[in-house]
């Protein structure tokens, strides 16, 4: 027999509360870290019953492991200008742009990453060793391209990625700091643009190449 056809209406459902209960357990995670939080917490936190939670993840550690592989997924959507034909100042500038706007929009999930690593990555290091490694050497493979044809100043590929890292993720892992010194306000509109502007003109001059 053919198999009953499930309404699209299910699935949105179950998709929207999986990114309910995501969205919390970022927030959790960050606040509390992984040892602190529980599945009631992140239900609390989400709206939802703690039995719905337990519904789509079956573990605090499967809730974990998405909420860092999301954000993981993010970080790589962002660095596609590594995969087109552009120059290294045009991927480079639009990589840092990306970055910033990802440290504004989704600060949480960087500090769960942030935790994570700081830890040890007792819980990731796997994704650590595979995908990860094999991502950064991809991208480490366009830099030498670009260096090898005299785009841009010799740089070890590997630091320039951490300079970039650190520095976006800085204004997402540091948030509160910045906002105390900040006059106890968090960014406007131009003060983030003013970020990506500091931000390329240093990076992009530190490898030879004009930032305008």
């Known amino acids: 027999m053919p198999a009953k056809a499930i309404p699209f209406r299910k699935f949105s459902k179950r998709s929207q509360n999986q990114k309910v209960i995501l969205e919390a357990a970022e927030k959790v995670f960050a606040e509390a870290g992984f040892a602190g939080a529980t599945t009631q917490l992140i239900a609390d936190v989400a709206g939802l019953p703690k039995a ?20 993981f ?35 949480y999930g960087s500090k769960v990453w942030a935790a994570e690593i700081m830890h040890g990555a007792p819980i990731i290091q796997d994704y650590l060793e595979g995908q990860l490694l094999e991502w950064s050497n991809d991208r480490g493979t366009h830099i030498e391209r670009w260096i090898a044809g005299g785009e841009m100043d010799p740089i070890d590929p590997a630091h320039l990625l951490y300079m970039i890292w650190s520095t976006t993720q800085h204004y997402a892992d540091f948030g509160h700091q910045i906002n105390t010194l900040n006059g106890g306000k968090p960014y406007s509109d131009s003060q983030w643009q003013a970020v990506k502007k500091s931000i390329k003109t240093v990076i992009l001059k530190g490898v030879g190449l004009s930032p305008d």
């Open 52 to 71: 719905n939670v337990h519904y789509y993840f079956k573990t605090k550690e499967e809730i974990y492991r998405r909420v860092v592989y999301n954000i």
């Open 73 to 107: 997924d993010i970080w790589m959507e962002a660095a596609s200008a590594f995969d087109t034909a552009l120059g290294p100042k045009e991927a480079l500038s639009r990589y840092i742009d990306k970055k910033v706007d990802l440290a504004r929009s989704h600060p």
